[in-house]
């Protein structure tokens, strides 16, 4: 079991930065995978950043490729997004998620929010 819990968004402008962080409860974490999504008003949910447990291997989705990166410290178990070069169409709640393997996510925090004005 997983507890997690965003913190770190926000209102902010174009341009800005911020740093999300997802802090969990759980002796396992740096077992397991972990991600960032985000879902905006109206819109499904989408992936936006995902790291593998075992050698730390990124993906990112393409409209934050450049801008956002995710990392993890398994000592604070906690994983982290730093966001730069923010833009409005990055306004959405971010969630995190942990899960077995970089394709599956069994542990959903309650997400944060995150608003950049234009």
């Known amino acids: 079991q997983l507890h997690l819990v965003e913190s770190g968004g926000g209102l902010v402008q174009t341009g800005d930065s911020l740093r999300l962080s997802c802090a969990a409860s759980?002796?396992?974490?740096?077992?397991?995978?972990m991600g960032w999504f985000r879902q905006a008003p109206g819109k499904e949910r989408e992936f936006v950043a995902k790291i593998r447990s075992s050698d730390g291997n990124t993906i990112y989705a393409d409209p934050v490729k450049g801008r956002f990166s995710i990392s993890r410290d398994n000592a604070k178990n906690t994983v982290y997004l730093e966001m730069n070069g923010l833009k409005p169409e990055d306004t959405a709640v971010y969630y995190c998620?942990?899960?077995?393997?970089?394709?599956?996510?069994?542990?959903w925090g309650q997400g944060t929010q995150v608003t950049v004005s234009s």
């Open positions: 759980g002796r396992t974490f740096s077992s397991y995978a």
């Open positions: 998620a942990a899960g077995p393997s970089l394709y599956k996510y069994d542990y």
